[in-house]
């Protein structure tokens, strides 16, 4: 058997054992993640009402304000915050792969910033108010893909759609819109649409429902994660650049505009349900690729499970840190976030001199 074969039987086995453990750390976090508030409650009363209201087995041995603060409350919260930091992480592995730049994100393009828009006139100024209930979450998603639109559209300008082009449309349609989010806070006269605007900018799981989880869960995990998975190899072929691309049978604009499709979809819906978190697409994907290596098809399931680990453990400090005050979670993931980028910063120095 030769050596190269060898190892690719040791990837496997090490990539496995990597996806084993990291969904049974899921599973224990999400559990204390479920039992962590102003009403401790132990894991293994949480299991068993979940399992409960699943199947309806078991003996009732808690209180049914304890259920309802398990099943109405924290669990779709929990289940929310597993699909965006999952969501988040691996359309950042796809993005660092589309612009070939280790600094790249989901919010990179102006996705985040168009979605901040489009929230600050619903709260601002009543806009999606057609929408009811589902005015902040809808005007967000629309203000998203309408960035998206307009970045491609600059792109694509000059014929192709190359990494350099997103990069810089992305930037300046970011700004744009940042700049224009901001000019809505001051034209509204409005302290407290101005405070939930702020709040809701820096990102929060609290908006979280039953209703709303099935449609995010099918775009991250059916949609996002199942797909870059399927196209892992492209993506591998696109991250080394447009000749190997080419080389290999990949047409890399045509890849590139539908992995911003896949991306705009996803990162839309993300941030209409949960607002602005940021450095959970910057961070995991180094950190998976440090766990199982370059390939994308091991990649992407891996940085799935740690963007889930990582976002639920911000959310149960950002709950308990100021309790019972919350703090909004894009607090917590850029505190975690910005010492690793100084890190990889000067790994950058030493080994490219960047």
Request: net charge positive; aromatic share 6%; glycine share 12%.
């Amino acid at each position: 058997m030769s050596t190269d074969v060898l190892g690719v039987g040791v990837q496997q086995r090490r990539t496995a054992l990597w996806l084993l453990g990291l969904a049974a750390g899921l599973l224990a976090t999400g559990l204390i993640a479920v039992g962590t508030g102003a009403v401790a409650i132990s894991p293994v009363t949480v299991a068993r009402i979940i399992g409960h209201q699943l199947s309806g087995a078991g003996t009732v041995t808690w209180t049914p304000p304890q259920e309802a603060i398990v099943w109405q409350v924290r669990l779709p919260r929990v289940l929310l915050g597993m699909l965006v930091g999952a969501g988040l992480a691996v359309c950042g592995v796809a993005l660092q792969a589309m612009v070939r730049n280790v600094l790249a994100d989901p919010y990179l393009l102006g996705i985040n910033s168009g979605a901040s828009s489009g929230a600050a006139a619903a709260i601002l100024f009543g806009a999606g108010a057609a929408f009811g209930s589902h005015a902040l979450p809808t005007s967000a998603f629309l203000g998203a893909l309408a960035a998206s639109l307009l970045v491609f559209l600059i792109a694509r300008g000059g014929g192709r759609v190359t990494s350099v082009r997103l990069l810089l449309a992305g930037v300046a349609v970011g700004y744009a819109l940042y700049a224009t989010t901001s000019f809505l806070i001051f034209a509204s006269g409005s302290a407290e649409g101005a405070r939930s605007v702020m709040f809701w900018l820096l990102g929060s799981l609290s908006l979280a429902r039953w209703d709303a989880l099935l449609a995010v869960a099918a775009l991250v995990i059916g949609g996002t994660v199942a797909y870059l998975t399927v196209v892992g190899r492209q993506l591998d072929a696109l991250a080394v650049g447009d000749e190997t691309a080419h080389t290999l049978g990949v047409s890399p604009d045509r890849f590139r505009v539908r992995l911003l499709v896949i991306v705009s979809l996803c990162v839309g819906v993300l941030v209409s349900a949960s607002g602005s978190i940021g450095f959970v697409g910057l961070v995991v994907p180094h950190l998976a690729r440090r766990l199982v290596g370059a390939p994308h098809v091991r990649v992407v399931p891996v940085a799935a499970l740690l963007g889930a680990i990582l976002l639920l453990g911000a959310d149960v400090i950002a709950r308990v840190l100021l309790a019972p005050q919350e703090i909004p979670i894009g607090i917590i993931t850029a505190l975690l976030g910005a010492p690793f980028l100084l890190v990889l910063i000067r790994r950058l120095h030493a080994t490219k001199g960047i």
